[in-house]
């Protein structure tokens, strides 16, 4: 499966200009994590996270004190430009997204935004993206991976899936193994092919 397959297009973002606050309320209100952020073009600059945007904006409360503190003035961060990671990790549209569940794993990053060739963002995936499509149920899986051998003129294959597991009856021959192979991965769920 390629990310283009996966990713959310066209999601919400923020420029650098953007306030904290206003940054804050998207993130409450759409319920993620992070947004990219990007240029008046459209061009990836980085990425602004809960944790950019909340990091030195809570002052100390006296009250949780047993002796009076004297409070020191916190400046808080004002907009996005302040606070947000420049040079982002990301994918392209073509990249596998078995790469970037990878990059996604072996670091804290929760989602990658998706850029074409000249930087412009086109998209995000995210982990719980790839939960939900780890989880279809495995009727639908089958049902899409004959639909697709029988636009291949294959109806009569059978196909069977238990836990995101194709197992495909029929092919005769490797170039017909190799297709069914080729085609059953690129069906979202699919966790593993085999051909008897």
């Given at each position: ?172 021959g490797e170039p017909e193994r190799a297709l069914a192979q080729v085609v059953a991965h690129t069906v979202p769920g699919v966790i593993e092919v085999r051909v008897d």
């Amino acid at each position: 499966m390629l990310v283009q397959d996966l990713m959310t297009p066209e999601p919400m973002t923020v420029r650098p200009s953007t306030t904290v606050k206003e940054a804050l309320s998207r993130l409450a209100q759409y319920g993620i994590t992070c947004m990219p952020v990007v240029d008046g073009s459209g061009r990836l600059q980085g990425v602004v996270s809960e944790a950019d945007l909340i990091r030195d904006i809570v002052a100390p409360d006296p009250r949780a004190q047993e002796r009076p503190v004297s409070v020191e003035p916190v400046f808080p961060p004002r907009t996005v430009e302040e606070v947000y990671t420049r040079h982002p990790v990301s994918v392209r549209m073509q990249d596998d997204l078995a790469r970037a569940v990878d990059v996604m794993t072996s670091t804290a990053v929760k989602s990658l935004p998706v850029v074409d060739d000249e930087g412009h963002l086109v998209g995000v995936v995210s982990r719980s993206d790839v939960v939900q499509v780890l989880a279809r149920a495995d009727d639908t899986i089958a049902a899409d991976v004959d639909e697709l051998l029988a636009s291949l003129g294959h109806t009569d294959w059978l196909v069977e899936v238990s836990d995101g597991i194709v197992n495909v009856s029929g092919p005769a021959g490797e170039p017909e193994r190799a297709l069914a192979q080729v085609v059953a991965h690129t069906v979202p769920g699919v966790i593993e092919v085999r051909v008897d």
